[in-house]
């Protein structure tokens, strides 16, 4: 048998947004099927496979955890570590300004480590209560940032790219952090 | 009749599935059965959403089984067609077999 190894984005993106009860069930039936699949076909056509399968079944999962009655409290834990993440980000903004350095610029090169460092850690206490509640925190840290933009809060001109770092590394800051560190996890013992 | 013995069309391909396999089986024998039958490639989340819910439901059951390397260590979910998953099958079949009688001759023009 050949080894391998399925496309990792795609099982931390499973391993980040499938709910409980049927998560390890669902990527072991993947990754079973896509090792046949590498024996009949080629790596490239069992990884197209897997990925079609990926994008295909988050939705019916993510759908089908709305309809059992879960989402109220996956909110709620999302709003919960939401808030959370907002006054560690507060108190870290504070903390830069008084502490070490009251200049705009510094600020501006720190703000991006502060907000990946307070997202990474939201994703991380979200998927610690409920794997789910990542996909809700990932969509309310993309609405703040986007409203944030749109109101021009920042007070010193910055380039576009640097809005769209906020826009974009967030959100993933929030789902693959807590996919990242589980994988890490799981490898420990191995070796 | 029952409104929750009426069966959604992934519904009652699923419960055939697991009646032709005759026994446990998991998500991705019940998705290969079913592509191979009808053609129809179904995403392995759709079948375990249905599923999901067909054990809510009380029309099937599930169990956890042991895990395996080839499958990255992680173990299979198990599922099982109850009676009343076949009585509810049944009268699907009867309420579809009902619906088409006599309706032979007028296939051509529908």
């Not at chain 1, 502060?114 to 840290?141: D, K, N, P, Q, S």
Request: charged share 20%; glycine share 8%; proline share 5%.
């Amino acid at each position: 048998m050949k080894t391998c190894s399925p496309p990792t984005f795609a099982c931390w993106l499973l391993e980040s947004v499938l709910p409980d009860p049927y998560r390890e069930a669902i990527l072991g039936d993947l990754i079973e099927e896509y090792t046949l699949r590498i024996e009949s076909t080629s790596r490239f056509t069992a990884s197209r496979w897997f990925w079609s399968q990926t994008c295909r079944s988050v939705p019916s999962m993510v759908w089908s955890s709305l309809r059992s009655g879960n989402c109220f409290m996956t909110v709620s834990i999302a709003m919960g570590v939401y808030i959370l993440m907002g006054t560690l980000k507060f108190a870290a903004d504070l903390m830069i300004s008084k502490v070490v350095s009251p200049d705009q610029a510094t600020r501006v090169i720190l703000a991006p480590i502060v907000f990946l460092t307070t997202t990474a850690i939201g994703g991380c206490v979200a998927a610690r209560i409920r794997r789910g509640a990542t996909i809700f925190l990932a969509l309310f840290v993309t609405i703040t940032v986007a409203i944030l933009i749109d109101l021009k809060v920042c007070s010193i001109p910055v380039p576009w790219w640097y809005q769209f770092g906020f826009l974009t590394l967030g959100p993933l800051a929030v789902i693959i952090t807590p996919a990242l560190f589980g994988r890490l996890k799981q490898r420990g013992p191995v070796t | 009749m029952k409104r929750g013995e009426l069966l959604g069309s992934l519904e009652h391909i699923i419960l055939l599935a697991l009646v032709r396999l005759d026994g446990d089986a998991h998500g991705m024998i019940v998705r290969r059965e079913i592509e191979e039958r009808t053609g129809r490639n179904i995403s392995i989340g759709a079948v375990y959403a249905t599923l999901e819910r067909l054990e809510a439901k009380g029309y099937v059951s599930s169990f956890t089984g042991e895990p395996t390397p080839e499958r990255g260590g992680r173990a299979k979910r198990l599922f099982r067609i109850e009676a009343a998953g076949k009585r509810a099958l049944q009268i699907s079949e009867q309420t579809i077999r009902s619906m088409t009688a006599d309706l032979k001759d007028r296939w051509g023009t529908i």
